[in-house]
Every structure is written in structure tokens, then in C-alpha cells.
């Protein structure tokens, strides 16, 4: 990494060699799935990806194998990281949480069909307000939870494609045109308590698709594709990324862990940017750390669980938003809440969609950073409750379910606790 400058407190980085860093997986990706596959299976699979419908859960290394879903989720990554190469961004915790998010969902769920009408509708939102792109860039990102829309409209509803396709599309640009000053008023909602406030926006926008369709007699039917194939294969490769992830860290704060323990004092309520409160290499090392730690939950809560497309998705977005709130202090006691709604409730506690509430529930960690050990525990046994019963208000088109479902949780619980304390 050329222009990495060593100083006394360690290695200060700039934007190119931040950027190269975000380059690395998808970088690897691309070329693994070349040494994995040829390129005539990886044209039939991106086909069967852009054609499929993408609603929860979808997992595309069983729609297009693993070729197929390696390029898929590289280049929708390199297209994001040129974006913000162009517009010539400062790499910070929130350009970093959203560029690990469409990586991890790019294994089910977003394409690169599905993913463009949002950055139309964005583009035009800030014509007309006449406002730079790279003010909304990150809420823009995030909007392509709304993905699976576009392919259900296209292509799963029984239309003529002439009429399918268009409305589709047309619904995707509506949506990146008013998510930016929607998800800025439902942020009130839970008052920074839930890290994806996206996903809470999106799945408001979720059920009003899905209530217009049902009346008029259309249902989205649910659905849970699989895979099994790359469990080994895809353990591997993680646990060795996150593994270099902490050695990057390691490596610019001046080859030591000295100072990790600070970032434990923030209770990681939005907006709390790890890049700028910490540096860069603590960020890394968190990072890294959280990924191992997201892998052991799915081992010890799965029972050495498999890992597909979605439980893929599920730690990459703990790993993203490890640089923009989330440490080991205020997740772990969600993923035991989780743990312990997974054992003493209905559902199966090594199935996927239980799974991936441990996960994705990790965005409630501010509530556990705010109100407590005993609060996080609480907030994640509430959290697979909900998570599991709010998918069929949006049919599934919201990829962010859990950010939905997290978004009832903290305005919930953050409410109730504040009023138990002000009670005291």
C-alpha cells in the first residue's frame, strides 16, 4: 500500500490505502470464483440470479453456485467502492458498514439487476433538491434493501415482461427518491437505538408495496432456498479474512493492540464512527474480532451451523457495522438473548432464519451499550420474537427484516427503560 506513513503512535492511512482495503475481499472473491468455476457456469448463473425472485430467503449460491454469487457480490462491491472513489469520499464507519452490508447481502438478495433503480431514484432526489450525491450516498447504499422488489415486479408477478420489467424498475426509483428524507424522520422513531435504520424505513415502505398487492389479490408467497454445498469452503475463507482484518489493524496501530479497550466506553448509539473516535487500526482489529466472534455464534447457537448466503450476509453486516458502533461489550449480550429465545421458544434454534436474528439482532446493540448487560440480554429475547413474525406484514421484499424488527424493538424498550428509570 503505497503512501502508508509510519509515525510514533503508528501507521496514518489515507483514502486510496483505506480504499484498498475495502478492495481486498471482493477483489478476492473474483478471482476465486474463476479458480472455482468457469466462466460459462458463471454466465448461466448470474442469469438465473437476476431472474429469480429475490425475496427472503434466497440464497443465491444455491441459485447460481458459487461462481456466479462470487462475481455478483464483487462487482456490485467494486461498482460502490468506484463510486466512492469518484466522489472522492474520506473513508469513515459508515461508508464502511454500507460497503460490507451490499457484500454480504449480494449472497441473497441484491443483484446486479436489482440494485440500480435505487441510485436512479437517488441521483434524481438530489437534482431536484440540488444537493451533492455524496450527501446521500450511504442512505442510498442502504436502500437497496428494497432490491427484491424490483425483481418481484419484473419478473415473479405473472406479468408481460413489457409491463413487468418497467414497473419494477419505476418502483425501485421511487423508492431511492424518498428514502433519504423518510429514513431521516424514522430515525425518531427509535431514536438511534436500532444501527439499521434503513431496514426500519424500508420495511415501512415493505408493507405498503405489500398491502397494495394484496388488494389487489396478489400475494408474495415466502419462501427459504438454501444451500449446503460451500459450508467448509465458506468457513474457511472468512475465518481467514478476519483474521487478516486484524492484522491490518494490528499493523497500522503501530504493530499493538494498545487502546482497543477505549472503544468499549461508546455504547454505539448512531452515529458512533469507530474510524474517527479510535483510528483506523483499532477499527480493523474490531472488525476483524467481531467477524470471529459472529462465526462462534453461529457454531455454538447452530450447532456448528452451516453457512450459506444469508448466515454469510448476517456476519458481514456485524463485521461492516463493527466500524460504526457494534463491539464484543454491547453484541454479545443480544446474541445470548437470542440464544436463549431460540431454546426456550417455538422455532429451531439451528435453522437459518434463527440464526441470522442472532446476527442481524446485533443492531440493537446501543441499547445494551446504553442501559446495560441485563438490557441486552432482554432486547434480544424480544428481538427474535419479533423478527420472526413481522416478515409476512412485508411479504419479504425487505431484505433488512431484522432492521425492521429492530426498529420496533428499541423504540419499544428504550422507552420503557427510560421510563423505569425516571421512575426511580
Given at each position: 500500500m503505497s503512501g502508508i506513513k509510519q509515525k510514533k503512535i503508528g501507521f496514518k492511512i489515507g483514502r486510496i490505502e483505506n480504499l484498498e482495503i475495502l478492495l481486498i475481499f471482493p477483489t478476492l472473491l473474483f478471482i476465486l470464483a474463476f479458480v472455482f468455476d468457469n466462466p460459462n457456469n458463471i454466465f448461466h448463473g448470474l442469469y438465473s440470479i437476476i431472474i429469480s425472485p429475490d425475496i427472503l430467503l434466497t440464497d443465491y449460491l444455491k441459485i447460481g453456485g458459487l461462481g456466479a454469487t462470487f462475481v455478483n457480490t464483487s462487482l456490485l462491491a467494486f461498482f460502490n467502492i468506484f463510486i466512492i472513489y469518484k466522489l472522492q469520499l474520506k473513508i469513515?464507519?459508515?461508508?464502511?458498514?454500507?460497503?460490507?452490508?451490499?457484500?454480504?447481502?449480494?449472497?441473497?438478495?441484491?443483484?446486479?439487476?436489482?440494485?440500480?433503480?435505487?441510485?436512479?431514484?437517488?441521483y434524481l432526489y438530489i437534482k431536484y433538491h440540488q444537493i451533492e450525491f455524496k450527501n446521500i450516498l450511504v442512505v442510498v447504499m442502504f436502500s437497496t434493501a428494497l432490491a427484491p422488489a424490483v425483481s418481484e415486479l419484473s419478473f415473479s408477478l405473472n406479468l408481460p415482461i413489457y409491463?413487468?420489467?418497467?414497473?419494477?424498475?419505476?418502483?425501485?426509483?421511487?423508492?431511492?427518491?424518498?428514502?433519504?428524507?423518510?429514513?431521516?424522520?424514522?430515525?425518531?422513531?427509535?431514536?438511534?437505538?436500532?444501527?439499521?435504520?434503513?431496514?426500519?424505513?424500508?420495511?415501512?415502505?415493505?408493507?405498503?408495496?405489500?398491502?397494495?398487492?394484496?388488494s389487489f389479490g396478489i400475494n408474495i408467497p415466502q419462501q427459504q432456498i438454501l444451500s449446503t454445498e460451500y459450508d467448509t469452503?465458506?468457513?474457511?475463507?472468512?475465518?481467514?479474512?478476519?483474521?487478516?482484518?486484524?492484522?491490518?489493524?494490528?499493523?497500522?496501530?503501530?504493530?499493538?493492540?494498545?487502546?482497543?479497550n477505549k472503544i468499549f466506553n461508546f455504547s454505539g448509539r448512531l452515529v458512533t464512527d469507530f474510524t474517527q473516535l479510535v483510528g483506523y487500526g483499532l477499527t480493523f482489529i474490531n472488525m476483524g474480532i467481531m467477524g470471529l466472534?459472529?462465526?462462534?455464534?453461529?457454531?455454538?447457537?447452530?450447532?456448528?451451523?452451516?453457512?450459506?448466503?444469508?448466515?454469510?450476509?448476517?456476519?458481514?453486516?456485524?463485521?461492516?457495522?463493527?466500524?460504526l458502533g457494534k463491539h464484543p461489550k454491547n453484541t454479545i449480550p443480544i446474541m445470548i438473548g437470542v440464544f436463549l429465545a431460540g431454546i426456550l421458544k417455538i422455532w429451531n434454534m439451528q435453522s437459518t432464519p434463527v440464526i441470522i436474528a442472532g446476527l442481524f439482532?446485533?443492531?440493537?446493540?446501543?441499547?445494551?451499550?446504553?442501559?446495560?448487560f441485563s438490557a441486552g440480554i432482554i432486547a434480544g429475547f424480544l428481538h427474535l420474537s419479533v423478527a420472526m413474525n413481522v416478515g409476512t406484514?412485508?411479504?419479504?421484499?425487505?431484505?433488512?427484516?431484522?432492521?425492521?424488527?429492530?426498529?420496533l424493538v428499541a423504540a419499544f424498550l428504550y422507552s420503557l427503560f427510560d421510563t423505569l428509570r425516571k421512575g426511580d
Open positions: 469513515n464507519g459508515a461508508l464502511i458498514a454500507a460497503t460490507y452490508t451490499i457484500i454480504g447481502f449480494s449472497f441473497f438478495g441484491k443483484n446486479i439487476f436489482n440494485v440500480w433503480p435505487m441510485y436512479i431514484g437517488g409491463i413487468g420489467l418497467p414497473l419494477g424498475i419505476f418502483f425501485g426509483i421511487i423508492c431511492g427518491y424518498i428514502i433519504t428524507p423518510l429514513s431521516s424522520n424514522m430515525s425518531r422513531v427509535h431514536d438511534g437505538y436500532n444501527l439499521y435504520n434503513i431496514g426500519f424505513t424500508a420495511g415501512i415502505i415493505g408493507i405498503v408495496l405489500n398491502s397494495i398487492l394484496r469452503f465458506l468457513k474457511i475463507l472468512l475465518f481467514l479474512f478476519f483474521i487478516l482484518l486484524i492484522i491490518i489493524g494490528y499493523v497500522i496501530n503501530n504493530k499493538s493492540f494498545k487502546g482497543y466472534i459472529a462465526m462462534s455464534f453461529v457454531f455454538l447457537a447452530g450447532g456448528n451451523g452451516i453457512f450459506n448466503g444469508p448466515v454469510v450476509g448476517g456476519i458481514f453486516t456485524v463485521v461492516g457495522f463493527a466500524a439482532g446485533t443492531t440493537l446493540a446501543p441499547i445494551t451499550g446504553k442501559y446495560g406484514s412485508h411479504g419479504g421484499i425487505n431484505l433488512y427484516n431484522n432492521g425492521f424488527s429492530g426498529g
